[in-house]
């Protein structure tokens, strides 16, 4: 294991686009997206405006696929490819970085912080930037409340979700995941992303159930700076209703 200190060029390059706007990331899972063709929806979304592209989202993606993927991505694209972890086994030296996240609302000590501490010498073994952040999983939550053993935040508790954004920038986090959860029906509500936004000094990233341009636009509107979709471009490719989404994010911050 080496002892050198991280670059931190896969976060000063999203802090640098985030005073420009909002961000959109992209996140394909390997499991559905092997490969090439994780290379060519990475390939379409960049050129619609995506400034990062996620890898990750399903149980059981080896090291091997994500690296496949993390590489046939790299080819094509010059934006960060950014592990989104399920646990150290799908790492990769192959990606850019990785979302170093707690599960902050999990029932299961492993996902808030004990994976962590044998997942952080990989992560610097493999010369991978981790990315500190504290992801939210609200109601529904979906298969990663289940798998995550999550006390799901009510949509309605909105100090609650204040509460743990708060919590997680005060411990040094970098980006504040307010998640419904991937094919949740609605993503998180408008008025929770609003108080979150409000109290917050860090960049808000808000995920699960967004599908369209009027998705998009609404929380925009309501503080989201970083929006991740990944169901929309898995069931229906670069269609209408990704590029509506891309549409809005390009639109607020004046692309
Ligand atoms: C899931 O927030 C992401 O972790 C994306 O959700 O698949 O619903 O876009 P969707």
Redesign the pocket.
Same mark, same amino acid.
């Given at each position: 294991m080496t002892a050198e200190p991280r670059s931190g060029r896969v976060l000063s390059y999203l802090h640098e686009r985030l005073r420009r706007g909002p961000l959109h990331f992209t996140?394909i899972d390997p499991d559905k997206s092997p490969g090439e063709r994780a290379a060519e929806i990475a390939q379409g979304a960049v050129a619609l405006g995506s400034d990062a592209i996620l890898l990750g !989202?399903s149980t059981g993606i080896s090291s091997e696929g994500m690296g496949e993927a993390a590489e046939a991505v790299r080819r094509v694209v010059q934006v960060p490819t950014i592990i989104?972890p399920e646990g150290p086994g799908s790492l990769t030296p192959k990606a850019d970085a990785v979302l170093f996240m707690s599960l902050l609302n999990s029932r299961n000590l492993d996902l808030v912080i004990r994976t962590h501490a044998k997942a952080a010498p990989v992560v610097r073994q493999m010369h991978l930037e981790p990315i500190p952040l504290g992801y939210l999983v609200i109601a529904p939550g979906m298969r $990663?409340g289940e798998v995550g053993q999550v006390d799901v935040v009510a949509r309605g508790d909105v100090g609650l979700a204040q509460g743990y954004a708060l919590a997680a920038e005060f411990l040094g986090m970098r980006f504040v995941y307010l @998640? =419904?959860? &991937?094919? =949740?029906p609605s993503p998180v509500p408008l008025e929770m992303v609003r108080a979150v936004r409000s109290v917050l000094g860090i960049p808000l990233v808000v995920? !699960? !159930?967004?599908?369209t341009g009027e998705d998009a636009r609404a929380l925009l509107e309501a503080g989201a700076q970083v929006l $991740?979709? !990944? &169901? $929309?471009t @898995?069931e229906e490719g670069l269609g209408d209703g990704f590029r509506g989404i891309l549409g809005e994010v390009r639109k607020a911050r004046g692309d």
């Open positions: 996140l !989202g989104f $990663v @998640e =419904a959860g &991937s094919g =949740a995920g !699960g !159930g967004i599908r $991740v979709t !990944g &169901s $929309v @898995e």
